[in-house]
């Protein structure tokens, strides 16, 4: 069974920083493409970045490209997500999820391609 851990989400103030990790277990990690999501209070769950299974291509949403890093280590089982310079609107859960087929080309940015979701990192960021 797959299993997918987010772990460091935290209260930050403002401009601060916050390192995120998903620890995936039940298949063969370094096959697939990974996501993070993230839904605020109210709001969908919307795309944040995507990576590939071999973490040699990224993509980002619009509202955190330049603030927001993600990567990979196989070796570990586990992708991160670096977010820097933080801002009030960053505050959500965030949820990271694996594509639905391995070695998939092209990085996904819609919910439906995804099948297996973390239980998700709460993530707060205070003006």
């Known amino acids: 069974q797959v299993q997918l851990v987010e772990s460091g989400g935290a209260l ?3 401009g601060g920083s916050l390192r995120l990790s998903c620890a995936a277990s039940g298949r063969t990690f370094s096959s697939y493409n990974m996501g993070w999501f993230r839904q605020a209070p109210e709001m969908e769950r919307e795309f ?9 291509s990224t993509y980002y949403a619009d509202s955190v490209k330049g603030r927001f890093t993600i990567s990979r280590d196989n070796a570990k089982n586990t992708v991160y997500r670096q977010m ?3 801002k009030p609107e960053d ?3 965030y949820y990271c ?4 087929k391995p070695r998939n080309f092209g ?3 819609r919910r439906e391609h995804y099948d297996y979701w973390g239980q998700g990192t709460q993530v707060t960021v205070s003006s």
């Open 91 to 93: 505050t959500a859960v």
């Open 12 to 14: 930050v103030q403002a």
């Open 84 to 86: 820097n310079s933080l």
């Open 97 to 100: 999820a694996t594509d639905q």
């Open 48 to 56: 944040v970045a995507a990576i590939s299974w071999a973490g040699g």
């Open 107 to 109: 990085l996904k940015t």
